[in-house]
């Protein structure tokens, strides 16, 4: 049997398995970004939080606990494997007497994939409050005193002139993390949770096809992180007001003209 019958036979037997492989690592990458990105933004306005000679002294205490509070929290899951941090939180939270084999199974939803969302969405917190840190650092200091000079309070002025701004600037290396988030959501299968990567060991547990078995999520990787990059491409796009291609084999843009 060819390589190629056997992918076929793969398909044909188990295309119900890949599919749902691909459901959940969409679905691990899109709440995983989307919450992280809330997430992210929480962090960065504690890590940026200005500590006034005005301020009562147990303000400003509190404001030195929320940004090493923040600035741990950042380095830990920043400089730690995620799939460390999923080894972690899924046998270390039985401590706490949480035991996610326990939550219910119903099809992709069961307490693997809970694990897999908490884990995926703080690693990506981490990453996006230093995404949107940059993003507000990068915003001319001159808009927020002209805004405060306007009568805005610090937090009008942040989520209304400020915010608005760096997540324009950074919407590029935001929808990057999800393409991240797309592939690295492979690891998490090391908890039990049945991803796209996964899927194969089911797939090929029988037939031994595994070689087959991996070109198949090698394809379909590929094709979710060019429609991901194509997703990008367009909103970029607009928001420029350009025709913008961006090559997902390059790390640069190729601008084209109208003409």
């Not at 809330?38 to 030195?64: H, M, P, S």
């Not at 001159?142 to 805005?152: H, N, V």
């Amino acid at each position: 049997m060819s390589s190629w019958d056997k992918i076929v036979k793969l398909l044909e037997d188990y295309y119900q398995t890949f599919l749902n492989g691909v459901i959940s690592t969409l679905l691990l990458a899109i709440v995983g970004t989307g919450i992280g990105l809330l997430i992210g933004i929480i962090v960065a306005l504690g890590r940026n939080i200005k500590i006034k000679e005005t301020d009562r002294f147990i303000i400003k205490i509190l404001k030195r606990v929320t940004k090493v509070l923040a600035s741990i929290y950042v380095n830990f899951f920043r400089g730690t494997p995620m799939m460390v941090q999923a080894m972690i939180i899924f046998f270390g939270s039985s401590l706490f007497g949480i035991n996610w084999t326990n939550m219910g199974s119903w099809w992709i939803f069961n307490g693997y994939m809970y694990c897999g969302l908490f884990v995926i969405t703080i690693n990506t917190g981490a990453y996006m409050s230093e995404i949107i840190r940059s993003g507000l650092n990068g915003i001319d200091k001159g808009q927020e005193e002209a805004s405060r000079s306007l009568g805005m309070s610090y937090w009008k002025t942040m989520f209304l002139v400020i915010m608005p701004q760096a997540l324009r600037n950074t919407l590029p290396t935001i929808l990057n993390e999800y393409i991240v988030n797309v592939k690295d959501s492979s690891v998490l299968n090391v908890i039990g949770l049945t991803e796209l990567y996964a899927s194969v060991s089911i797939a090929t547990n029988k037939n031994y096809f595994k070689v087959e078995g991996y070109i198949i999520i090698a394809i379909i990787y590929l094709v979710l992180t060019l429609l991901a990059t194509l997703l990008v491409n367009i909103i970029q796009r607009k928001l420029d007001g350009k025709k913008i291609f961006i090559n997902p084999f390059k790390h640069t843009k190729e601008v084209i003209s109208y003409e």
